[in-house]
């Protein structure tokens, strides 16, 4: 069965970065992407961007560009995604999703989601 | 990217049926999905390409499109479901689009 396990994360000061993995089984990474998304406390979901498992491009959402990477290693079929310069607005589970290899995207599976919680 | 619009909540008993709707610009040029999302879990796809339902999802889920609005039907709703739905569509701008959320209860 599809599973995608997430590590990483925890407490980060402002300024820092912080670094996600997404862990992919039960399928061939490189026939599908992964797509980003992230659920400050008690609001909606947040799409940060998407990444080819197959060709390793990616597409960001504007509120991220340039200040969040995504890659993929497909030796070990994982994802990570850095998000760099953190403020107190950046506190939130972070969900990694199952997409489409190339655009346009289809998200079906997610991870479990890490929190990563912004504090001085 | 554009906005999806979802009303916040919807009330509904048990047995009935809950309509939850997401409207948008130009969501007629685009799949929508659902996706439901229990307190505390990840959310979980109930539809996709508008109107398909993944494996496993009941019957009872159903989803369609007219226009620039798009239609979550649950029929004969059970205390199960309640949770919120999200819409998601993406956009010309290459931006993937989630809704604001509708809650639902079933009273």
């Known amino acids: 069965q599809v599973q995608l396990v997430q590590s990483g994360a925890g407490v980060k000061k402002p300024g820092a970065s912080v670094r996600v993995s997404c862990k992919a089984s039960?399928?061939?990474?490189?026939?599908?992407?992964l797509s980003w998304v992230r659920q400050a406390p008690g609001q909606g979901l947040e799409w940060m961007g998407w990444?080819?498992?197959?060709?390793?491009?990616?597409k960001y959402a504007q509120n991220f560009q340039g200040r969040a990477t995504m890659t993929t290693d497909t030796s070990t079929s994982t994802g990570y995604m850095e998000l760099r310069g953190l403020t107190s607005g950046d506190t939130a589970v972070y969900y990694c999703?199952?997409?489409?290899?190339?655009?346009?995207?289809?998200?079906?599976?997610w991870g479990q989601g890490i929190l990563v919680t912004v504090s001085s | 990217s554009y906005d999806l619009t979802q009303p916040p909540s919807v009330s509904v008993s048990p047995g009935q049926t809950a309509i939850i709707t997401c409207s948008g610009d130009?969501?007629?040029?685009?799949?929508v999905s659902w996706f439901q999302q229990k307190p505390g879990r990840s959310p979980f796809l109930v539809i996709y390409?508008?109107?398909k339902r993944p494996s496993g999802i009941p019957e009872r889920f159903s989803g369609s499109i007219s226009g620039n609005t798009a239609t979550l039907t649950i029929s004969g709703t059970q205390a199960t479901d309640e949770a919120d739905y999200y819409c998601?569509?993406?956009?010309?701008?290459?931006?993937?689009?989630f809704g604001a959320g509708t809650k639902v209860t079933v009273l």
């Open positions: 999703a199952r997409d489409q290899s190339s655009w346009p995207p289809e998200i079906d599976y």
């Open positions: 039960g399928y061939t990474f490189t026939n599908f992407g």
């Open positions: 990444i080819s498992g197959n060709t390793g491009n990616t």
């Open positions: 130009k969501l007629g040029d685009a799949f």
């Open positions: 390409q508008d109107s």
């Open positions: 998601q569509a993406w956009d010309s701008s290459d931006s993937v689009v």
